[in-house]
């Protein structure tokens, strides 16, 4: 959602700060792995219990996140490869962050946080998923919480002390997801096989 509503605004945002002659020094690729890299770190802070640094570097994470695609498509430099490995790098970035943060209530003896973030990565991962696997079918574009609501949510629980809070609202809004779209999905496969039957049960034409 909040790519739809503001995802302009923000890429205007980016280029300020990425004027043309800076843009095209930088590697869009290399911007994707810097972003994962900065988000690994994020991962390795929540796990040591550095909470607010934690939240810290998602923000900075996800503004490389913002600007590999600003970069690439400004300099002429998008590819396919260039897209895969985004996409695989947001993955890497999503899964690894609540790995820590599940990685860090373990620890401090909070089972039940512990499961709540793991139930945050698992969701995660499946609106991902769902998406991926049912676009290789139909059109699929919905979800009331996508990449950037996690993020954004995630990173202010972690910075404002309120991150038990922000878990349990990515754990909910991602699930949430994953039943919009798998409801989505079965509409139109559904509306996909009644046709291709109806055109079989047509036959051969003479």
């Known amino acids: 959602m909040i790519k739809e509503k503001f995802g302009s605004r923000l890429d205007g945002v980016v280029r300020f700060l990425m004027p043309p002659p800076l843009a ?10 810097v ?10 802070a929540f796990a040591a219990g550095e909470l607010r640094l934690g939240g810290g570097l998602v923000v900075v994470g ?7 695609g600003v ?4 300099t ?19 899964l690894t962050v609540l790995a820590g943060i599940a990685i860090h209530y373990s620890g401090t003896g909070e089972p039940l946080l512990a499961l709540v973030a793991a139930t945050a ?3 995660s991962a499946l609106v991902s998923y769902a998406k991926a696997r049912a676009e290789s079918i139909v059109s699929l574009d919905a979800g009331i ?10 990173a202010l629980g972690a910075i404002f002390g ?6 349990v609202v990515v754990a909910a809004g991602a699930s949430i997801t994953v039943v919009q779209r798998m409801a989505l999905a079965y509409r139109e496969m559904q509306r996909l096989d009644a046709a291709a039957s109806a055109q079989g049960s047509e036959g051969p034409s003479s």
């Open 24 to 33: 095209r020094r930088l590697n869009p690729n290399a911007l994707s792995a």
């Open 35 to 44: 972003g994962a890299l900065v988000s690994l770190a994020a991962a390795l």
């Open 62 to 68: 996800g503004f490389f996140d913002l600007t590999d």
């Open 71 to 74: 970069v690439a498509r400004e």
């Open 76 to 94: 002429g430099r998008s590819t396919t490869f260039g897209a895969f490995l985004d996409s695989t790098l947001d993955r890497f970035s999503d």
């Open 121 to 123: 990565l698992v969701a």
């Open 145 to 154: 919480f996508e990449r950037g609501e996690r993020t954004g949510v995630l």
């Open 162 to 167: 309120l991150l038990p809070a922000a878990l």
